[in-house]
């Protein structure tokens, strides 16, 4: 079989577009909702605690970690949906649960801590959010687990040397950050 | 010196086997699924999948999943060594250029 130079390079671009694709459409399809999904809820929650009376702004976060914590198992058990694997770790429905059980456990340290006030039960949340998306980077693309951590540093940064302005950072550089790479991801990876 | 492959050459079977490839040994992708990524009707699919499963390059799993019927597609180890060497083959001809 002999082909041309022309024909050998349209047939490795369609090659390497094809991968490209189907790695956009497998491997990283529910990363960057993750990222959307938690930059926002991080977003409208940092700025209640900002802006909202201290009772208020705590059922506010209680309301948006259980509604993350819903959405993700969704978005866990729909993603790699056209995608099945022998490796247990990898299923949809066990990142789904994953999630769910990572919410509950958030929920029983806030209570076994409780009282906490507003920053302590911030972080309570970024540090469980923060381990799951680590963790979800250790199984879906490595590449995140390095933007998780980033965010984990951030954030005890911010929670012990910028403590004035931590809500502040949380909502715009840390909520706002999670939306830039998820929409980067999207559109780019 | 890496062969081209008259089987894999086929700009549908060749982008099959890319999408293939690229998912882990472990892993297969439901017909519909690929069908979709594709951008190809389900006739053309399965034509092109029966060559590839006749050749020995591809496995095709049939399950019920939810009571429905589903296929399930992956690359076997053959088809991966053979595109490896397919794209191998069409990177020394370039090199020539």
Not at chain 1, 76 to 105: D, E, H, N, Q
Request: charged fraction near 20%; proline fraction near 2%; glycine fraction near 8%.
């Amino acid at each position: 079989m002999n082909i041309s130079p022309t024909e050998a390079e349209e047939a490795l671009t369609a090659i390497q577009a094809m991968m490209q694709k189907t790695r956009r459409a497998i491997s990283s399809s529910g990363a960057y909702k993750f990222l959307i999904l938690w930059g926002t809820i991080w977003m409208i929650g940092f700025l209640g605690s900002q802006f909202l009376p201290k009772e208020i702004a705590n059922y506010v976060w209680i309301g948006l970690d259980i509604l993350g914590g819903i959405l993700s198992a969704v978005i866990g058990v729909r993603m790699k949906r056209g995608v099945r694997t022998s490796a247990p770790t990898a299923s949809g429905k066990r990142i789904g649960i994953f999630w769910l059980l990572l919410f509950f456990y958030c929920f029983a340290a806030v209570c076994v801590a409780w009282p906490v006030d507003g920053k302590q039960f911030a972080m309570f949340i970024i540090l469980f959010v923060t381990v799951g998306w680590i963790a979800m980077g250790l199984l879906l693309s490595f590449a995140s687990v390095w933007w998780g951590l980033a965010l984990l540093g951030l954030s005890l940064f911010s929670y012990f040397l910028l403590n004035d302005y931590f809500y502040f950072i949380m909502a715009f550089v840390g909520g706002g950050g999670m939306i830039a790479l998820g929409i980067y991801v999207r559109n780019r990876w | 010196m890496a062969e081209l492959n008259e089987t894999i050459h086929q700009t549908v079977r060749l982008r099959i086997m890319a999408a293939l490839v690229t998912l882990a040994p472990d892993e297969e992708v439901e017909f519909t699924y690929l069908r979709d990524l594709l951008e190809v009707t389900d006739g053309n699919l399965g034509a092109h999948l029966r060559k590839l499963e006749e050749a020995g390059y591809i496995r095709i799993n049939k399950a019920f999943v939810e009571r429905k019927p589903r296929s399930y597609v992956s690359a076997t180890a053959d088809g991966r060594k053979v595109f490896a060497e397919h794209v191998a083959a069409l990177e020394s001809i370039l090199k020539r250029k």
